[in-house]
């Protein structure tokens, strides 16, 4: 039954109606279609068929949830706790992790208690839609040394391995590809979405030689190590030659006049409060002030992929940028015909690029040689830099410190989608330092910018290497089936 089911899974791909035995359902003790979906039962069928040792997971590692606090328990400093939003598939973030007090953890008790360790890995449970659960996975490859201890919410679950057989790095280069992503989406229960430990607890995981494990591990080691470099290095770029313009905001109350002269037709506070802060951090600063559109140009190269139906476009939109890295991490293709309504600008190598909406987030990257010519989202400004006086890695770097964020954001006007309008970006001052003190920022921007593309490649690489290796082992086994097949008719005839 199960062989025939398997045959009819390869000719019929996406049907309506389909059967399954009646003992699958039991063994299952789930009730729901997507489980059994034909792709879901295709990788369990490849996974029996190869060689290796395959066990459940939780045989190899412990499964269970953090515990999430009320939103009004969140506060600047305290333990750190791990959400959603830090899992990238690209490498756990803790730059912008949250804190709750001590006080919470207490009144949790135990259960709240379970503190993350290092090589945990972590996949989230629940997401704003039932497609993306099973998409990112990331594993604590460290724990930042300023951190004694660390939780996460309940909206993540944690494998914690328990089982010398398995390679942590290989585990999480499994659970990324198709033979770890479509067995966590099968399992998704309920109308909100979620995933629980004892479903995932009962993931089949196949085990390859031990230095298998240890070669597709020894990729994302490697590629966790560049991106740990690349953080090192923008922090000290910051801190080296922006932490000058670094400013706060006051969170309390404050008051302050302006006179009636100088009130245009904008009535927001922030926006009267932002010329007067930013002349004086301007002021304090070392490098000389220039005018943005002294410094860039607004690029007007525009095209329509629809009128070019079968040519092949990159496409860059706004959620493509690291906001906190400042780097474009994807980019989507697509034939003209396919085109959205919102492809429009051209890039070149160089540019700069600016969110034009919410851009206080820090939405600003440079576009790199694989993205020469590529097509932009129209809600991003093109800024072309005036090499003679900045180049592109300077520029970049000055628009995301604290005091031309502050500007740029003075510029955003509209209530639920506010956006900065026409050429108003070219009116933000924007500190600029020497020549020397450039190509110093251009030759630590360019590091940067490599290390973390070989680390996403490797990410990559690592999860392609699982594909590509049962891949090769699912063509092994069809053979030597077939040998035997044909033996069998030799035989009787």
Excluded at 99 to 125: C, N, S
Excluded at 464 to 482: D, R
């Amino acid at each position: 039954m199960d062989r025939e089911l398997y045959k009819m899974k390869v000719i019929n791909l996406d049907p309506l109606v389909w059967s399954i035995p009646y003992s699958r359902t039991v063994e299952s003790d789930i009730l729901d279609c997507k489980f059994f979906d034909i792709k879901h039962i295709e990788i369990l069928e490849r996974l029996n068929q190869m060689k290796w040792k395959l066990i459940e997971l939780k045989d190899l590692a412990t499964v269970f949830i953090g515990q999430t606090p009320e939103r009004y328990e969140y506060v600047d400093e305290g333990i750190p706790i791990i959400k959603v939003m830090n899992v990238t598939n690209l490498g756990l973030r803790w730059d912008d992790v949250s804190f709750i007090p001590e006080g919470v953890v207490k009144k949790w008790g135990a259960k709240g208690k379970q503190y993350i360790q290092t090589l945990d890995i972590l996949i989230p449970t629940a997401a704003h839609s039932p497609e993306a659960i099973g998409e990112k996975v990331d594993i604590v490859s460290f724990i930042p040394n300023n951190f004694e201890k660390v939780l996460c919410v309940a909206e993540l679950a944690v494998v914690r391995i328990k089982s010398e057989e398995v390679d942590p790095f290989y585990l999480l280069a499994y659970l990324r590809s198709k033979y770890g992503r479509i067995q966590i989406k099968s399992i998704i229960r309920g109308q909100t979405a979620h995933i629980y430990p004892f479903d995932l607890e009962r993931l089949k995981v196949s085990l390859p030689p031990s230095e298998v494990q240890k070669r597709i591990g020894d990729m994302i080691r490697q590629a966790e190590e560049l991106r740990l470099k690349a953080s090192e290095i923008r922090k000290r770029l910051e801190l080296n030659y922006i932490s000058p313009y670094k400013l706060k905001v006051p969170d309390k109350c404050f008051y302050f006049t302006m006179p009636f002269e100088e009130i245009d037709d904008r009535l927001d506070v922030d926006y009267y409060f932002y010329s007067l802060l930013v002349p004086e951090v301007l002021s304090k600063g070392p490098y000389s002030i220039y005018t943005l559109g002294e410094l860039a140009s607004i690029s007007e190269k525009t095209i329509n992929p629809k009128k070019y139906p079968n040519k092949m476009f990159k496409y860059l939109e706004i959620s493509d940028v690291d906001v906190l890295e400042g780097d474009i991490i994807s980019y989507s293709k697509f034939v003209g015909a396919d085109a959205p309504d919102r492809a429009r600008k051209l890039v070149n190598k160089g540019d700069v690029i600016v969110s034009s909406v919410r851009t206080y987030r820090r939405a600003i990257a440079m576009v790199g040689e694989d993205l020469d010519k590529a097509v932009c989202s129209t809600g991003f400004i093109v800024l072309k830099p005036k090499s003679d006086i900045i180049n592109s890695e300077t520029l970049w770097l000055m628009l995301r410190s604290d005091v031309c964020i502050l500007q740029l954001s003075r510029l955003l006007a509209g209530g639920l989608y506010p956006a900065i309008v026409g050429d108003e970006i070219l009116k933000v001052k924007v500190p600029v330092p020497s020549s020397d003190l450039q190509n110093e920022i251009r030759e630590k921007v360019r590091k940067m910018l490599y290390y973390r593309q070989r680390s996403r490649e490797l990410h990559s690489s690592a999860t392609k290497e699982v594909e590509l290796l049962f891949e090769s082992q699912f063509v092994t086994s069809n053979v030597s089936e077939g040998k035997k097949v044909k033996r069998l008719i030799n035989k009787r005839s």
